[in-house]
């Protein structure tokens, strides 16, 4: 806060005595101490996320957690990204290459139609698409082990005694209660940040549009991001809904720059790939949030009061005359 502090102070100094023109008025509010402090707090977020370092305690204590990481591994970066990779940047321009050189109209169409056939029904439907959901239907469950053992490893939480049939069926009851609200925000977050691409360079035309559409849509990437790995870290420690919700708009600077690099990395790469970069990298991000101490901004930033009205509108719509118990 000192070395902030006084940086800032000796920089306004300097543009309030140069003039009080309209750019150094600007320039002086960006480096006022709660600007400096934002700014901070945003890239050690940032930093925190890229700390790969610290994953190497977790690995080397618990063999649970290198076997669950190993599976992400397996299931979304060999077998479902490899299978993207080999369609679509081996088998098609393969095919395209043979198309262009056949010199046969009707071989043409055929190995056209063969090919159309097998991307859009053997591919798609009957593999990534299924694919797709086993991983969404997996990562649920190992998403949720791998926060537990990180967690215990962190002393974030004891680690479990026996295990109770009862006690496990109700945490895994709620585990699912959890997923599906966390997914409904994450949707409504998701569609609000689309929403906002589409609609801002068309109120503000030309590239300062195209660029604040852009921004806004990483930013709420970052922040569903990095809501989804801390999520499971604070269910661990027995928060509730509400209070969890309340901790993340709290802390809005540094979840900001915690989501940033896998926000960025997910919004230049296509579409599967990117789906399958995020589940093959996400049990780190797990863990590197089981390590986070993330300091309180100076005030709340109501990130999830429109998503979570919306969410409470339906959940009221579908289950009528019943009140959704918080969390």
Same mark, same amino acid.
């Given at each position: ?6 940086? $800032? ?39 925190? $996320? ?12 618990? $063999? ?130 689309? !929403? ?69 990395? $997910? ?33 709340? !930033? ?26």
């Amino acid at each position: 806060k000192g070395p902030w502090t006084r940086t $800032s102070f000796t920089v306004g100094t300097v543009l309030w005595t140069a003039g009080k023109s309209r750019a150094a008025k600007a320039l002086l509010f960006f480096c006022s101490p709660p600007m400096f402090q934002l700014v901070w707090r945003f890239f050690r977020g940032f930093l925190d $996320s890229l700390a790969l370092h610290r994953l190497f305690r977790f690995l080397i204590k618990s $063999s649970k957690l290198r076997r669950r990481i190993a599976a992400c591994f397996l299931l979304n970066g060999v077998i479902f990204l490899g299978s993207v990779v080999l369609v679509n940047y081996v088998l098609v321009p393969f095919l395209q290459d043979y198309l262009q050189m056949s010199e046969s109209v009707q071989s043409m169409r055929v190995v056209q139609f063969g090919a159309t056939v097998f991307r859009f029904v053997c591919y798609y439907i009957l593999w990534l698409y299924p694919l797709y959901a086993l991983s969404f239907v997996l990562g649920m469950v190992w998403h949720q082990d791998i926060a537990t053992y990180a967690c215990v490893i962190a002393c974030r939480r004891p680690p479990e005694s026996e295990a109770n049939v009862w006690a496990a069926l109700s945490k895994g009851v709620s585990g699912v209660g959890d997923e599906f609200y966390r997914l409904l925000i994450a949707l409504c977050l998701t569609v609000m940040a689309h !929403l906002w691409t589409c609609l801002v360079p068309w109120l503000i035309p030309g590239w300062p549009g195209q660029y604040l559409g852009q921004f806004g849509c990483c930013l709420a990437f970052a922040w569903i991001y990095s809501f989804y790995a801390f999520d499971y870290i604070w269910v661990n420690e027995g928060r509730r809904m509400r209070p969890r919700i309340s901790h993340f708009e709290a802390h809005w600077a540094y979840f900001a720059g915690f989501g940033t690099p896998v926000a960025v990395a $997910s919004m230049m790469l296509p579409v599967f790939v990117s789906d399958a970069a995020y589940a093959m990298l996400f049990p780190l991000l797990l863990v590197l949030a089981a390590t986070a101490r993330p300091q309180r901004d100076s005030y709340r !930033l109501p990130i999830f009061a429109l998503p979570t009205a919306v969410v409470d509108a339906m959940v009221t719509i579908v289950l009528p005359g019943k009140r959704r118990k918080e969390r």
